[in-house]
C-alpha cells in the first residue's frame, strides 16, 4: 500500500466552479500537512500549510485535514483559468523529508 | 527576494557519462532538500542537508549518487555512469532551518539521459 494516495485526473471544471481535491495517507506518523501547485516546467509552488485537523482558509483556498480519517482536501473557489496546474499533496513526519502524492492535474476551462 | 536556483536548466547526456546539477538555495536558508520527479509522477526525497552535513541521505537510489554542499550555500548533486532510468527531473528546496516545514522549490533541472 502506498503512503499517501492521489487521484491523478485530470480534473476539469468549468471557470467559477469549486475544485475539490483531495489525498488518503497511510502514516499515523504524519504531522503536517501542505499543498503545493506546480506549473508545467516548474518548480511546486507552497499553497497552504497546516498541522491540526480542520479548516484553514486563506483567500480563495481552504485546506481541510482529518487525521482520524487520514484524508486531506484542497477546496479552490471560484476557480480561474489561471488556476489549471497540477496540484501535490505533501506531509512530513518529524523528521525533515517531505512525502508527496503523485499529484492531480487540473483544467479549468474559460 | 531571490528563490532558489538550478542550473543547468536542462542536460542533455549520454548514458554512462558523469552529470553535475547545481543548486543556490534561498540567502539565509540552512537547510537544502534535493527530490527527483519522474514523469507524471510526485517527487522523491534524495537527501537533505542542515549547513554542510548530510544527516539523511536515505533517498539516493545508488551509490552512484552523492551530493556535497558549501557551507550554507550551493550544493551540488552528481550522477556518475548515468543510466537511462536517472532521467527526471532533479528539484532542489531550502528552508529557514530543520525546525522549518515550508519547503520553497527551485525550477528543476530536466535531466536526459540518450
Known amino acids: 500500500q502506498k503512503e499517501v494516495e492521489q487521484d491523478p485526473g485530470p480534473l476539469s471544471v468549468p471557470e467559477g466552479a469549486i475544485v475539490s481535491l483531495n489525498c488518503t495517507y497511510s502514516?499515523?506518523?504524519?504531522?503536517?500537512f501542505m499543498w503545493y501547485r506546480q506549473y508545467s516546467r516548474k518548480g511546486p509552488e507552497l499553497l497552504m500549510y497546516?498541522?491540526?485537523?480542520g479548516n484553514k482558509e486563506d483567500g480563495r483556498f481552504t485546506a481541510q485535514v482529518d487525521k482520524s480519517s487520514k484524508y486531506i482536501s484542497l477546496f479552490i473557489r471560484d476557480s480561474q483559468p489561471s488556476d489549471s496546474a497540477t496540484y501535490l499533496c505533501?506531509?512530513?513526519?518529524?523528521?525533515?523529508?517531505?512525502?508527496f502524492g503523485g499529484g492531480t492535474r487540473v483544467l479549468v476551462k474559460p | 527576494g531571490a528563490g532558489v536556483s538550478q542550473s543547468p536548466s536542462n542536460k542533455v547526456t549520454e548514458k554512462g557519462k558523469d552529470v553535475e546539477l547545481r543548486c543556490d538555495p534561498i540567502s539565509g536558508h540552512t537547510a537544502l532538500y534535493w527530490y527527483r520527479q519522474r514523469l507524471g509522477q510526485g517527487l522523491e526525497f534524495l537527501i537533505y542537508f542542515q549547513g554542510n552535513s548530510a544527516p539523511d541521505k536515505s533517498g539516493l537510489p545508488s551509490d552512484r549518487f552523492s551530493a556535497e554542499r558549501t557551507g550554507e550555500s550551493v550544493s551540488t548533486l552528481t550522477i556518475q555512469r548515468t543510466q537511462q532510468e536517472d532521467s527526471a527531473v532533479y528539484l532542489c528546496?531550502?528552508?529557514?532551518?530543520?525546525?522549518?516545514?515550508?519547503?520553497?522549490f527551485g525550477p528543476g533541472t530536466r535531466l536526459t539521459v540518450t
Open positions: 505533501a506531509f512530513k513526519a518529524a523528521g525533515n523529508k517531505l512525502t
Open positions: 497546516t498541522y491540526s485537523s
Open positions: 502514516n499515523s506518523a504524519f504531522q503536517y
Open positions: 528546496a531550502s528552508s529557514l532551518g530543520p525546525s522549518r516545514n515550508e519547503q520553497y
